[in-house]
């Protein structure tokens, strides 16, 4: 699926729109991690998956 994302919109449904669009085209490469209790963090040039806990250590 693919947004159409129109110059007419404001900035920030834009934005949301294009965060949306990168959750989608990346879901199936986080699905498992997901699944599994990860957090996963996008940005806009990375995506990077945690284990919780966070911190680990114990």
Wanted: glycine share 6%; with cysteine.
């Amino acid at each position: 699926m693919r947004f159409i994302i129109d110059n007419a919109l404001s900035p920030i449904v834009a934005d949301q729109l294009r965060q949306a669009e990168l959750l989608l085209a990346n879901l199936p490469a986080v699905e498992e991690p997901l699944q599994s209790g990860c957090v996963v963090v996008f940005d806009d040039t990375r995506l990077r998956v945690r284990r919780l806990p966070v911190g680990g250590g114990e």
